[in-house]
């Protein structure tokens, strides 16, 4: 396990984290210090526990709007999937009709072709 300093409004933190994560943490340690110090520049020094508690409710309110964005995605990527295999499969029906008709049509031609063949 390793373990890495995060400073967050000027206080070092010791967290612990899987090995090879460290770069990671210290990055969202860093996001979380720029939330602290927005809040500081909007409210002022609120104290330690305030102004984490206010920056762990900003990020989920980001995160909880972010589950909703992607679930709105994926329920309009579900529909143009669906439609799009619908549409394909149309296409095939079509295709597949186009088919058995050129194939009726070159069948007659050359039952045509045998039959006059035949008479000569």
């Known amino acids: 396990m390793a373990r890495v300093s995060v400073n967050i409004n000027g206080l070092s933190y010791e967290i612990a984290c899987e090995e090879g994560q460290q770069d990671s ?3 969202l340690g860093q996001a979380v210090d720029d939330r ?3 809040l500081i520049n909007a409210v002022g020094q609120a104290g330690e526990a305030r ?4 920056a762990s409710l900003l990020f989920a309110d980001e995160v909880q709007e ?3 964005e ?9 529909k143009a999937i669906a439609t799009a295999l619908a549409t394909g499969a149309e296409t095939a029906q079509i295709s597949e009709a186009n088919r058995l008709k050129n194939l009726e049509t070159t069948a007659l031609r050359v039952e ?3 039959q006059r063949l035949e008479a000569s």
Do not use: F, G, H, N
């Open 25 to 27: 943490v210290l990055a």
């Open 36 to 38: 602290v110090k927005e």
């Open 51 to 54: 102004l984490l508690a206010m």
């Open 66 to 68: 972010l589950k909703a």
């Open 70 to 78: 992607l679930a709105s995605l994926r329920e309009t990527s579900d």
């Open 112 to 114: 045509s072709i045998a």
